[in-house]
């Protein structure tokens, strides 16, 4: 008998202030394709809501803040480290990154932004009431050829992936695999194992396995899922690399692992006039669904993306 697809799917974006121009883009891009029915999680960083309460206001739009997600200790710390980090500047909070994974100390930095957006996205994931999270990260752009059928099938568990032998991997995706392996099972993985090194968004969750990722994770640390992450070297660990590695090793029903062929990314988006000729060949290309500007957030680059968002936003709202 064939499953029947997924109910309910939502849409999901953890962003904050750093990102709102390149969510502005997602946002007009989206309510022009063919995903624009969905209902769509936003979810930002409490402080920053009133840079995007008017998004509220449009179709299919649920605009939550981390307050209201994240366990309220949590949030508290999240907040802490947000004010620390901008007192300290990237380069201290790298350095301070590097100490708590070296000496458990301070601990601050495991609360930063990239981390407790990963816990936002598996805490939405595992809420009742919708089977499938689709989340796309405020860099995207979903073109008019996307389709819910990308994302999700009548008989499988969807997961995007590109394999590659684990003895090829170094920096931070072998980090993330490690660690995966280590928390999830099977503990250690032979050099020669494929693995899959996609960890970019879209990115499909299924409710069921994130639930039961995550009472996993309890039983095996005897705490509540996000403090076993949390207490995780900072930086060390990933959702999406957890969650792939737990339905390798433990999902019973079906996995269709599809080829991110649909996706295409643009990782040099320093020449604005480019960018701006790029997306738009690319956005009316049948073959492309989803076309991600790698964010440049948190003054890691000295050019800003209005110098190409601003055009794009300007192009997509005629079309």
Known sequence: MTAAIPSNPILLTPTWAGDLEHFRLLRASLARSPLAGLKHHVV???EDKHLFEAYAEEPNVVLRTTAEVLPADVERERIKARHISARTGRHLTRISGSLRRTLGWPRWPAYTGWHTQQLCKLAVASEAGHDTTIVLDSDVVVTPSAQLDDLQTADAVVCFAQWQPL???SGKVRK?????????GPGKLTEAQPVNTYFDTPFVFDGAAVNGMLQHLEQQSGRPWWQHLLNQPPRRWS??????????????????WRAPDVMHYIFDTRDATAVVQQVKALFERPDIHYITLHSQSGGKYDWNA???TDLLLEWITTQ
């Open 306 to 308: 209005r110098d190409f």
């Open 44 to 46: 930002v960083q409490t």
């Open 176 to 184: 993330w695999v490690d660690n995966a392996a280590k928390l999830t």
């Open 167 to 169: 003895g090829e991997l």
């Open 239 to 256: 959702e999406f690399g957890l969650y792939k590695q737990y339905l390798a090793q433990h999902e019973k029903r079906p996995v269709q």
